[in-house]
């Protein structure tokens, strides 16, 4: 038996690499149960591909807490003995994971692309040295793993419906030595780059524009969708943006990002670097060889002046939102 921690998104929604997950679990384990630590989950849509599900609920203040986390694990697990326990990895999961490993003394390997039995051994694929090579290791087949979600695999829908839900809420008490002071939204000026769901990237096609206002209108784009803006190292030695803002191998990679918008980036194997996390990529250049357009799923290929407030237009009209209450509705409507 396999668990799979399912990652949430603010603890109401399961995250799309949830799927992915599950996936890989049934590559080690025919019996997977996805277990589901929420705040405030009614329905499972769409469904999960395993053979249980078990939500456990927390209140919202316990939820961000991940001592909370692993008190409800260790009260579900209540004498199981499973093969493995994947995550998907984030901040508030690779806490989870590392305290649990700690608790239940059992080995962790962190942020893996990939796992598999081989001749009754656990065997696990990492990157090392940036990417530029793969280790192969063996593990203890009672590991805790996280997983890289950008290896990922995308998985159809085609779970069963059937799959029995067992709910809970379970009486864990808080930790006394942490507690939840508040939950408040950042703007896209004082979110981070590696927390965002949305970035939107700048390099040398912005500095050599005749800019004019058209700045103000990069950050309208990144008002509407909550995304901070970072750059390329050009960006970065052209002070179109700040030091701690570039985007690479030398700079930041982009962990959570979903969709990253690149506007004036050429894509250098540096830059490429930065963004290899971000599930999908709208790049704007008026050059039709940038090798940016090759790692994008959507590339406009023009003047950025003139692609940014068609962009927007397009934004407002399919969302009905001119603000970014709705940041999940406007990352769709890109």
């Known amino acids: 038996m396999t668990v799979c921690y399912?990652?949430?998104?603010?603890?109401?929604?399961?995250?799309?690499?949830?799927?992915?997950?599950?996936?890989?679990?049934?590559?080690?384990?025919?019996?997977?149960?996805?277990?589901?630590?929420?705040?405030?989950?009614?329905?499972?849509?769409?469904?999960?591909?395993?053979?249980?599900?078990?939500?456990?609920?927390?209140?919202?203040?316990?939820?961000?807490?991940?001592?909370?986390?692993?008190?409800?694990?260790?009260?579900?697990?209540?004498?199981?003995?499973?093969?493995?326990?994947?995550?998907?990895?984030?901040?508030?999961?690779?806490?989870?994971?590392?305290?649990?490993?700690?608790?239940?003394?059992?080995?962790?390997?962190?942020?893996?692309?990939?796992?598999?039995?081989?001749?009754?051994?656990?065997?696990?694929?990492?990157?090392?040295?940036?990417?530029?090579?793969?280790?192969?290791?063996?593990?203890?087949?009672?590991?805790?793993?996280?997983?890289?979600?950008?290896?990922?695999?995308?998985?159809?829908?085609?779970a069963n419906k059937d799959v029995p839900v067992f709910r809970s809420t379970m009486d864990v008490e808080p930790n006394t030595s942490i507690r939840f002071i508040e939950s408040k939204k950042l703007s896209w000026e004082d979110i981070g780059l590696t927390e965002a769901n949305c970035v939107i990237g700048v390099g040398r096609g912005v500095h050599n524009a005749d800019i004019g206002n058209q700045l103000e209108q990069i950050e309208e784009l990144a008002k509407i969708l909550n995304a901070p803006i970072g750059g390329s190292k050009v960006a970065d030695e052209l002070k179109l943006i700040p030091r701690e803002k570039r985007i690479g191998s030398s700079g930041v990679s982009l962990e959570e990002a979903d969709i990253y918008i690149s506007i004036g980036i050429s894509g250098s194997s540096q830059h490429l670097e930065g963004i290899k996390n971000v599930k999908h990529i709208l790049a704007i250049n008026n050059d039709a060889a940038a090798p940016i357009f090759k790692r994008s799923d959507l590339g406009i290929i023009g003047d950025f002046k003139e692609a940014i407030p068609l962009l927007i237009d397009i934004i407002k009209n399919k969302s009905g939102v001119n603000n970014s209450e709705n940041t999940s509705h406007l990352k769709a409507s890109v």
């Open 6 to 158: 399912v990652p949430l998104l603010d603890g109401k929604q399961i995250k799309p690499s949830a799927h992915g997950l599950l996936k890989q679990a049934k590559r080690l384990n025919n019996r997977v149960i996805a277990l589901i630590v929420h705040c405030g989950i009614d329905e499972i849509h769409p469904p999960l591909d395993c053979d249980e599900i078990h939500l456990i609920e927390l209140s919202e203040e316990m939820w961000p807490i991940a001592a909370n986390h692993m008190r409800a694990f260790e009260k579900f697990q209540n004498g199981r003995k499973e093969e493995a326990v994947l995550f998907s990895a984030s901040p508030l999961a690779n806490e989870i994971a590392a305290g649990l490993a700690f608790k239940l003394d059992r080995p962790i390997v962190n942020k893996v692309m990939d796992a598999f039995y081989n001749d009754q051994h656990l065997s696990i694929k990492k990157e090392v040295y940036g990417g530029k090579a793969c280790l192969y290791e063996d593990s203890a087949l009672g590991s805790i793993i996280t997983y890289d979600p950008a290896f990922l695999p995308y998985a159809n829908n085609n």
